[in-house]
Structures are given as structure tokens and as C-alpha cells.
């Protein structure tokens, strides 16, 4: 079977010209489909377009688009993006009833510690249904009656770190612009739910379940007290006279809850809730896919797998020098990966340091898990192709890139 490919493209040192590339590929029907786009990225490399700007084309605004290879996990990060905006807006609505029944204002020793218990069980509950922390039974069996919590549903990181542990272990060259078929999330996470968990799991998910915890504080924290803040400015209004609380009492709380609303969906807390909770997620998916990985090579005979991760056209420069391009990735040893994880990753360390990871490079980052590397036969299959097109007009040149690609 033959393949034509025609391309038009506008090469930087070439600018208001296209330059157009014909030919025809025999063979591509022998490949594997996912390894299509190893060929076209090299055929991006050689027209001189670079990949993130490439993506930025396509996503306003740019950043690294979610990764199509693992839409489960897309899924939840945005569902757990709703439930945050859900949990902001119940703790607003429990403010202002509590306003409009005289129980904040004027803010006693009563009316603050009133507050202070609210607010410390919606930041409980919160980051209970996120990470799943320990909380103790009394504490459950209340946030329980007060619906803010659900003991039977699993919090977002065991979900996030469960979707990668069941993952086949030595699932091998998935590529980032190949999309599944999958069925809906809640149905996966019914799925995820049953999957039996060894110890060294359990312990690898409390791992991440701590993580979670601590940078998920930060946002949730800075929630309450910008809620504390508000209600703090209505106190001096109110002791300056320029809030009545007997009259236009209706008009009143609609401008504090206004203030609550916008303090609670600041733009600067919503970058930082979102990015926290993306970059937690995606590190569970990561560990728990890790963990399956282990496990299938141990059992395979392979103590230390050699793993590579296939990052997406749109990642960013540091994740693409990490990692490598498409066509001939970097591999990496497990143990060496896991000893800079030991180490704090790439925390704290300047970008020219970072180095490979289980989970992601950076805050913010979407690549995807390690994979096993089961050796170089998949993508020699890739320089074959390279050859086959070199023999074809014009195709020289595209060999050529594919050869450079390959570093």
C-alpha cells in the first residue's frame, strides 16, 4: 500500500514562501499506526517549525495541551476543577446565611470562633475529597451529615494514582497524538475501585496522598482567609457606619457575598488551584502507571527496566530535552529516576538541572507516564520507513531529518 503525503509548508528562513514537499511512502501499512506521527514530527523538523510554537497555533494562549494518550485522567482533573468551584460557592452561600442570621456580625469572640469552625471543616472536607487524607470517624460521621463529603467515593488523587496502576505494565510506544476510545470516567473509576492494591502500592499511593495534602493546603488556605478578609473589611464598615445592618440589610449582603464570590475566584487562586491540582494529579496517574510498570518487569525477569517517556509536540523545551524527540527518545534507567525522586526531583533546582522524573517535570507539566523500553526494533522500524522515502523524489532531504532527529 502507498502513502502520499503532500505538505505545505513556510520554513523560517523563507518567509512569505511556501515551499511544498511531495512523496510517496510504501510500507506505513507494516507499521504500527501509532508510530505515524515519529515520521511527521521528524517531517516538522526538517521543514523548520518548531513544536511548541506549533501548538501554541492551535491552543490560544499556549501551554501544554492535555494529553489525548490518557483521557481518563483529563477527565478528572476537570472534574475536580468543578468540585472546587462547587465547594466555594457552598462556603460563600454558609457565610452569608450565617450574616443574614446576625450570627457574624458584629465579630465577638462568639461570632469569630463561629467562623473559624466553619471554616476549618469546608478546608477538612476539601482536601479529604481531594487526597483522601486520614481523618478520624467522629469527623467523617459529621462531614458526612453535612453532605460535604462522601465516604464511598474515592478522593482524586487515589482515583488519579488508581487510573495509572492499571495501566499495562509493559505497554510500549504509545504516542501523545493518539487519542482511545474509552469509555466514561465514572465508569473507569468504578472500574479503577476494584483493582487489588499490594503494599508497596498502598504505601506508594500514601506517598502521594501526603504530597497532595501539603501543596493542596496552599490554595485551599489562601481560600479561607481571603473569606476572612472580606468579612473583616464588612466588620470595619460596618463600626465606620457605611454598613447598616438594619437598613437595606437585602442590599448589604448581595455586595458581600459580590466580595466573597470574587475573592474566593481571584484570578491568581484560580491559576494557583488549578496548577496545583493538575501538577498533583498528573504525579498520582504517573506513580500509580510507575508502580504497574515495576511490578510487570519484575515479573518479566527485569529488576531495572530501562523507561522513556514520549512527550507531546506541544511540550515545552526543558520536557523535550529531557525526554528526547519522538523519533529516538531518551532512555533512562528506573533506579536512576527513582533516586532523583528520593532527592526532591527537580524542587528548588534551576531549569538547566532538571533532570527526568516519574511524575511531572515541572508544576503545570501534562506528560504523560514512563514506559518500558523493549528495545529498539519499534523504532527502527521509523528509520526504515526513512529510507524507504529517501529513495523517492524529494525525499533525501526528509531521511535526512529523520537521521537528525535522531541526535
Known amino acids: 500500500m502507498t502513502h502520499r503525503v503532500h505538505v505545505a509548508v513556510r520554513p523560517p528562513e523563507h518567509r512569505g514562501h511556501d515551499t511544498e514537499l511531495r512523496v510517496a511512502v510504501s510500507g506505513l501499512d507494516g507499521l504500527d499506526s501509532c508510530l505515524l506521527p515519529s515520521v511527521f514530527g521528524a517531517l516538522a523538523s526538517y521543514c523548520g517549525l518548531d ?20 483521557p481518563e485522567i483529563t477527565k478528572l482533573i476537570e472534574h475536580a476543577w468543578q468540585d472546587w468551584t462547587k465547594w466555594g460557592q457552598r462556603l460563600i452561600d454558609e457565610v452569608v446565611k450565617l450574616l443574614e442570621q446576625g450570627k457574624l456580625l458584629p465579630m465577638d469572640a462568639a461570632a469569630e470562633q463561629r467562623l473559624s469552625d466553619l471554616l476549618s471543616m469546608h478546608e477538612t472536607a476539601w482536601l479529604h475529597r481531594v487526597t483522601g487524607r486520614h481523618i478520624d470517624r467522629a469527623t467523617i460521621k459529621r462531614l458526612s451529615a453535612r453532605k460535604l463529603i462522601d465516604p464511598s467515593r474515592l478522593s482524586y488523587i487515589e482515583a488519579a494514582f488508581r487510573l495509572g496502576r492499571s495501566l499495562p505494565g509493559l505497554e510500549t510506544h504509545r504516542l501523545p497524538s493518539v487519542a482511545r476510545e474509552r469509555a466514561p470516567v465514572s465508569q473507569a473509576l468504578k472500574e479503577v475501585a476494584k483493582l487489588p492494591l499490594t ?3 498502598r504505601e506508594a499511593m500514601a506517598y502521594v496522598r501526603r504530597r497532595g495534602y501539603v501543596y493542596m493546603r496552599r490554595p485551599v488556605a489562601t481560600a479561607t482567609r481571603e473569606i476572612d478578609r472580606v468579612l473583616s473589611d464588612a466588620e470595619y464598615k460596618r463600626l465606620r457606619g457605611t454598613l447598616d445592618l438594619a437598613v437595606e440589610r437585602r442590599k448589604n449582603w448581595q455586595q458581600v457575598r459580590s466580595d466573597l464570590s470574587e475573592a474566593v475566584a481571584g484570578t491568581t487562586l484560580t491559576n494557583d488551584l488549578r496548577r496545583v491540582a493538575r501538577t498533583e494529579l498528573m504525579f498520582a496517574h504517573n506513580q500509580g502507571a510507575a508502580e504497574s510498570l515495576r511490578t510487570a518487569a519484575a515479573a518479566a525477569g527485569d529488576s531495572d527496566p530501562t523507561v522513556f517517556k514520549l512527550v507531546s509536540p506541544g511540550a515545552c ?7 528526547g524527540p519522538l523519533a529516538a527518545p531518551r532512555r533512562y ?13 527537580n524542587f528548588g533546582l534551576p531549569r538547566r538541572l532538571w533532570g ?4 511531572p517535570v515541572h508544576p503545570n507539566c501534562t506528560e504523560g507516564p514512563l514506559q518500558y523500553w523493549a528495545g529498539q526494533k519499534a523504532f527502527d522500524r521509523v528509520k526504515d520507513i526513512a529510507d524507504a522515502i529517501s529513495r523517492t523524489e524529494g525525499g533525501g532531504r526528509f531521511a535526512a531529518a529523520v537521521r537528525r532527529d535522531d541526535g
Not at 55 to 70: I, L, T
Not at 317 to 323: A, K, P, Q, Y
Not at 356 to 359: A, D, H, L, R, V
Open 51 to 70: 513544536h511548541e510554537a506549533m501548538s501554541k497555533a492551535v491552543r490560544p494562549g499556549g501551554g501544554e495541551p492535555p494529553d489525548p494518550r490518557y
Open 199 to 201: 503494599r508497596q502500592d
Open 317 to 323: 523545551d526543558d520536557c523535550r530535552r529531557i525526554w
Open 333 to 345: 534507567k528506573l533506579s536512576e529516576i527513582e533516586a532523583r525522586n528520593g532527592g526532591s526531583g
Open 356 to 359: 527526568p522524573t516519574i511524575g
